[in-house]
């Protein structure tokens, strides 16, 4: 069974900077599965906000993060991080990772919702000015 559990968030001041950590249990960082970090503010819908998108290792940000937010993982320990830097109160929203098996070769994965089937509970990310 998939589980992932995501850590790490925190209220901090614009400007400041926050690393989200995310443990995934199930399955191993192997290439069989493509993973993302997502976002949902109250009141929005949940978007992607840095993604391993393919098996060359690409990623994918939103606009909003380029140069600010950076995507990484530790194989060995089985978990996915976000660096959040210069962050800003629009950056406040609680934060998912998420997990699709792409049963390794060569894959794509949008950053999109849907394209992910295995999600964590989430941590609250507030910023403020």
């Known amino acids: 069974e998939v589980r992932l559990v995501e850590s790490g968030g925190d209220l901090v001041q614009a400007g400041g900077s926050l690393r989200l950590s995310c443990a995934a249990t199930?399955?191993?960082?192997?290439?069989?599965?493509?993973m993302g970090w997502f976002r949902q503010a109250p009141g929005k819908e949940r978007e992607g906000v840095a993604c391993f998108t393919g098996s060359d290792g690409e990623t994918y940000y939103t606009d909003s993060v380029k140069g600010r937010f950076t995507i990484a993982s530790d194989n060995a320990e089985n978990t996915l991080y976000l660096q959040m830097n210069s962050l800003k109160p629009e950056d406040t929203a609680e934060y998912f990772c998420?997990?699709?098996?792409?049963?390794?070769?060569?894959?794509?994965?949008?950053?999109?919702?849907?394209?992910?089937?295995?999600w964590g509970q989430g941590t609250q990310v507030t910023v403020s000015s």
């Open positions: 998420a997990a699709e098996n792409v049963q390794g070769g060569s894959w794509f994965v949008p950053c999109t919702s849907p394209s992910f089937r295995s």
């Open positions: 199930g399955f191993f960082f192997d290439g069989s599965y493509a």
